[in-house]
């Protein structure tokens, strides 16, 4: 009868043990620290409940702050210096005139931008799609495959800033066409290719998440076209 009783003791205490590391695993750390600001749930930087891809204005300042910083990842008590009434996006843009789709692909498109920076080839080849191809401005009729694209980001390319603005979305289903305007900083084996470029980004849905599989970029006319 001891050994019953002991027996049914140790079983309960290791399903408590159980549910609570579940209840820990299911609680982000991220909403532990933030809640000293008054977080709730996840959309108090996420679009989504559940987290993952996707970004409302505080959740942007965060991936902003922490390329400002040149960190390795996002640190919650920098929210004790954000201002959520600044009025203006990480873009640049003022808040009030990004929809919920040009946030969440600003944000995807930063990240690729910042992997590209830092030559992060793994979360490259998880953000861009196998059949991706790149037009650039400086192509010379060939496109640029993602093979291709990721042995030059290896190479050739250094990165040094990638800032969207004028950005707006286009939703088609599983389908994402994001047009905008790129402040960049880099340089192409050398060549200094800093120019204010106009992108249109083709974004598919799969699997629950989104990958890039088309960009065209292209550099602004300067002046009335001649002729």
């Not at 820990?24 to 108090?44: H, I, N």
């Not at 790129?182 to 083709?202: A, C, E, I, M, P």
Request: charged share 25%.
């Amino acid at each position: 009868m001891k050994k019953t009783k002991i027996f049914a003791a140790a079983c309960f205490l290791l399903g408590l043990v159980v549910v609570l590391a579940g209840q820990s695993e299911a609680f982000p750390p991220f909403l532990v620290k933030a809640k000293k600001f008054g977080a709730k749930d996840c959309t108090y930087c996420h679009l989504n409940p559940e987290g993952g891809s996707g970004w409302n204005q505080r959740g942007q300042w965060l991936i902003k702050e922490k390329q400002r910083r040149g960190a390795d990842e996002v640190d919650v008590e920098w929210l004790a210096v954000y201002k959520p009434n600044s009025g203006q996006s990480p873009s640049g843009e003022p808040a009030a005139t990004l929809s919920p789709a040009d946030q969440q692909f600003i944000a995807l498109e930063q990240q690729w931008m910042d992997a590209v920076v830092k030559r992060d080839q793994a979360a490259l080849d998880r953000i861009m799609g196998d059949e991706f191809t790149l037009a650039s401005a400086f192509s010379t009729g060939e496109r640029t495959s993602k093979a291709q694209f990721l042995k030059n980001v290896l190479q050739s390319v250094k990165g040094q800033e990638f800032t969207f603005h004028d950005s707006h979305t286009d939703l088609y289903g599983d389908v994402a066409v994001f047009k905008s305007r790129v402040k960049s900083k880099y340089t192409f084996d050398q060549d200094d290719r800093t120019g204010d470029y106009l992108v249109t980004d083709v974004w598919i849905k799969r699997d629950g998440r989104w990958q890039v599989v088309s960009r065209h970029s292209s550099l602004p006319v300067k002046g009335p076209p001649k002729g």
